[in-house]
């Protein structure tokens, strides 16, 4: 992903619309539709393999994002969907983008907010403008996103946000502070709107991976080199995307084991500390 930093604060939701003609091979209320999906992140790595698994389920309307135009257009014509290149940090980015696929489909039923970077190494030597562009990208940009997009899905009376989180969100990793406090607001922001739109019938998954083998970590400018947990292949998120969104689930860890450690953390912090600090 590019160093592009944000510009002046984004510009105020974009209204709820009655929804626009439909057109294309799948038409709402065809057999087979499922509805129409927005994901960002989706010119590499997870995003990208959310968007293979959608079109090989198919019945999805796809809209992908994502900062590398070229791979974004290779991606969205190998999965029949549309491209909306954009930089999600800069001002506006998000509600041209929503815009876009309203214009384009008239709504949004599925949103997978998949964009993200990472950055290792001791906090004390993260430049500032690495320090802002991962709260930027990670943070910032996903909720402004979802703040244009979850209210057509209430007006519309349903709809699904599913954010990529990551274990370093849910345990910390050493390190890694800024990307582990970007996580963690994230998986504090997917239970805070889950509350809140309970009563309206769109839903919030927060999808957490452990280690995944994307470019993540050739971006981040430092390999990853522990033992454990292994990378798992970004398929594999995105199979436990699907089964969320299939199956209605909250909160997904991959690979499932994960979910020990965050139990531990959670059930008996103290011990959970002094094991983090021996074995990082």
Same mark, same amino acid.
């Given at each position: 992903?590019?160093?592009?930093?944000?510009?002046?604060?984004?510009?105020?939701?974009?209204?709820?619309?009655?929804?626009?003609p439909?057109?294309?091979?799948?038409?709402? =209320?065809?057999?087979g539709?499922r509805?129409?999906?927005?994901?960002t992140?989706?010119?590499?790595?997870?995003?990208?393999?959310?968007?293979?698994?959608?079109a090989?389920?198919?019945g999805?309307?796809?809209?992908?994002?994502?900062?590398?135009?070229?791979?974004?257009?290779?991606i969205?014509?190998?999965?029949?969907g549309?491209?909306?290149?954009a930089?999600?940090?800069?001002?506006?980015?998000?509600?041209?983008?929503?815009r876009?696929?309203?214009d384009?489909?008239?709504?949004? &039923?599925?949103? !997978?907010a =998949?964009?993200?970077i990472?950055?290792?190494?001791?906090f004390g030597s993260?430049?500032?403008?690495?320090?802002?562009?991962?709260i930027?990208?990670? !943070?910032?940009? /996903?909720?402004?996103?979802?703040?244009?997009? @979850?209210?057509?899905?209430?007006?519309?009376?349903?709809?699904?946000?599913?954010?990529?989180?990551?274990?370093?969100g !849910?345990?910390?990793?050493?390190?890694? *502070?800024?990307?582990?406090?970007?996580?963690?607001?994230?998986?504090?922001? *997917?239970?805070?709107?889950?509350?809140e739109l309970?009563?309206?019938? @769109?839903?919030v998954?927060? !999808? @957490?991976? =452990? @280690?995944? &083998? /994307?470019?993540?970590?050739?971006?981040?400018?430092?390999?990853?080199?522990?033992?454990r947990?292994?990378?798992?292949?970004?398929?594999?998120?995105?199979?436990a995307?699907?089964r969320?969104?299939?199956?209605?689930?909250?909160?997904?860890?991959?690979?499932g084991?994960l979910?020990?450690? *965050?139990r531990?953390?959670?059930?008996?912090p103290?011990?959970?500390?002094?094991?983090?600090?021996?074995?990082?």
């Open positions: 992903m590019s160093h592009a930093m944000s510009g002046p604060r984004s510009a105020p939701a974009v209204p709820p619309s009655t929804p626009l439909t057109h294309g091979p799948a038409p709402a =209320g065809a057999p539709y509805g129409t999906a927005l994901v992140g989706a010119s590499s790595g997870i995003g990208a393999a959310v968007v293979r698994r959608l090989a389920e198919g999805w309307r796809l809209v992908l994002s994502g900062r590398d135009e070229a791979r974004l257009a290779r969205a014509g190998q999965a029949s549309t491209a909306f290149a930089d999600l940090t800069r001002s506006g980015a998000e509600a041209r983008l929503t876009f696929a309203l384009r489909w008239g709504r949004v &039923d599925l949103l !997978v =998949g964009a993200g990472g950055w290792a190494g001791a993260m430049p500032a403008a690495d320090l802002d562009e991962v930027d990208v990670d !943070v910032r940009a /996903t909720l402004r996103l979802v703040r244009q997009v @979850v209210p057509h899905m209430v007006a519309a009376g349903g709809g699904r946000v599913v954010l990529i989180g990551s274990l370093a !849910v345990v910390a990793v050493r390190d890694e *502070a800024v990307y582990s406090a970007a996580k963690a607001a994230l998986a504090a922001f *997917a239970d805070a709107l889950r509350y309970a009563p309206t019938g @769109v839903r998954t927060h !999808v @957490v991976p =452990g @280690v995944v &083998d /994307t470019p993540f970590f050739d971006r981040r400018g430092t390999p990853y080199r522990r033992a947990p292994r990378p798992v292949p970004p398929e594999r998120v995105a199979d995307v699907w969320a969104v299939t199956r209605d689930r909250d909160e997904v860890f991959v690979p084991w979910s020990l450690p *965050a531990v953390r959670g059930a008996a103290g011990l959970y500390r002094r094991l983090a600090a021996r074995f990082g």
